[in-house]
């Protein structure tokens, strides 16, 4: 089976404009999760759908972060506007049930904002 | 607060030189602690899941063991194809992972 795909793998991008991440989770995950890794930190959760609905969003850093799950299928990550400390890696995860059985990661986003 | 806190944070062996990575955590209502490993430039792939203490799983040469505290990541006669990043994660009440740092793992030949 086809993994889950992000793209684009890179972008750099100036402070104050918009960027968009794209994630397509493994066929059938109904839950889809978005982390980041800033420089030098832990993996942090952002948010969770299951489904197109967010089932938790705790993590997300504030209101210029905005997830969108249309149908339940990919998901939208939108930075704007886009902010030096926003650089990192964002990484996407599905996962079938609830995750226990493991979460399939993607390759990530790089992000950076200069 | 939740936490996860691995080491050491590097760890260069020998092939064929056993070890151990530890995993400290402090997650209220845990529901199964994770161990990833992670190639650079690629997402967290995942290992293992653990869900009570004494609970041990194998695939190859590792072998991850779980107590109330605690998880060891065993690697037993490594070969320089285990060098990665070694992920440890809790999850809690909900879904969502808490992971540490990682510990960076080189086998030489």
């Known amino acids: 089976e086809a993994g889950v795909t992000q793209f684009p793998s890179h972008s750099v991008i100036e402070k104050g404009q918009t960027v968009t991440l794209r994630c397509d989770p493994i066929?059938?995950?109904?839950?889809l999760y978005w982390y980041r890794r800033v420089m030098g930190k832990e993996i942090k959760f952002l948010l969770h759908?299951?489904?197109?609905?967010?089932?938790?969003e705790s993590g997300m850093p504030n209101n210029r972060f905005l997830a969108e799950r249309t149908g339940g299928t990919y998901s939208t990550l939108k930075v704007q506007p886009a902010e030096l400390e926003d650089s990192g890696v964002y990484f996407c995860a599905s996962s079938q049930s609830t995750g226990h059985y493991g979460y399939t990661f993607g390759s990530g986003t790089r992000l950076t904002v200069v | 607060e939740d936490q996860v806190t691995q080491s050491p944070e590097a760890l260069r062996l020998q092939e064929g030189e056993s070890s151990s990575l530890n995993c400290s955590y402090t997650?209220?209502?845990?529901?199964?602690l994770f161990w990833y490993r992670q190639d650079p430039g690629k997402g967290p792939e995942f290992l293992f899941t653990?869900?009570?203490a004494g609970e041990e799983k194998e695939k190859e040469r590792l072998k991850a063991t779980l107590t109330k505290k605690e998880s060891f990541l065993h690697i037993t006669a490594p070969k320089p194809e285990d060098s990665a990043t070694y992920l440890c994660a809790g999850s809690g009440g909900y879904n969502k992972l808490i992971f540490g740092a990682g510990t960076r793992l080189a086998v030489h030949p």
């Open positions: 066929s059938g995950h109904d839950n």
């Open positions: 653990l869900y009570s």
């Open positions: 759908f299951v489904k197109e609905s967010k089932q938790d």
């Open positions: 997650v209220s209502g845990l529901r199964g």
